[in-house]
């Protein structure tokens, strides 16, 4: 890691800078331009990142644990295997964003995009995810224990191998969702209101 001066770079506007290895702890970057930047690695612990512009950055293996990304920019950004436990991204935008093994354990996600995003083998354990948005997904294998996904859109999403140990689905849309069993189902905490293709509904109500 090494320190940098935003100020020597351009100010808020740091579109397609290299910042590997930043350390950036606690900084205020409250709407930065980052759109296209190589901040790999970069430690962003506690950052304020309200409203930036993350379109397409590489952010991988990053630390942004408890950083605040409440409606960041974030479509089409690499955030493999970064650390993100307990960071806001209330209303954030993640579409197509590739969150591959990356930790949101405990992170704030309330009605943030993640339409086609990569979540493959990502750990959202106690995540908060009500309302969010996450059709057509990749949650292959995803770890959702105890997670919060009240009125969340899980439509055409591969839930192929997800643990949905006691996440609450009250009012979820799993509609066509793929590779989503019954045994996985019968581990959750709650599925009042929500929308499930006919087959799985009448397996649930056999049950």
Do not use: P
């Not at 105890?146 to 591969?158: D, F, R, S, T």
């Not at 066509?176 to 499930?196: C, I, P, R, Y």
């Amino acid at each position: 890691m090494f320190n940098i001066d935003l100020g020597n770079l351009g100010g808020i506007n740091l579109k397609r800078k290299n910042l590997i290895g930043a350390e950036l702890t606690d900084a205020d970057l409250q709407e930065y331009y980052f759109e296209g930047a190589n901040l790999r690695e970069a430690n962003l612990k506690g950052a304020n990142l309200e409203k930036a512009n993350l379109k397409e950055t590489n952010l991988k293996w990053c630390n942004l644990r408890e950083a605040n990304c409440h409606g960041a920019d974030l479509r089409e950004a690499d955030l493999k295997e970064a650390d993100l436990e307990g960071a806001n991204f209330e209303g954030a935008d993640l579409e197509e964003a590739n969150l591959e093994r990356a930790n949101f354990e405990e992170a704030d996600l309330e009605e943030a995009n993640l339409r086609w995003a990569n979540l493959e083998e990502t750990n959202l354990r106690w995540a908060n995810l009500e309302r969010v948005n996450l059709l057509e997904a990749h949650l292959e294998r995803v770890d959702l224990t105890g997670a919060n996904l009240k009125g969340a859109n899980l439509k055409g999403a591969n839930l192929k191998e997800a643990n949905l140990r006691w996440a609450n689905f009250e009012g979820a849309n799993l509609r066509d969702a793929h590779n989503l069993s019954f045994d996985q189902l019968s581990e959750v905490q709650t599925l009042q209101g929500a929308k499930l293709n006919e087959e799985l509904l009448k397996s649930l109500k056999e049950d």
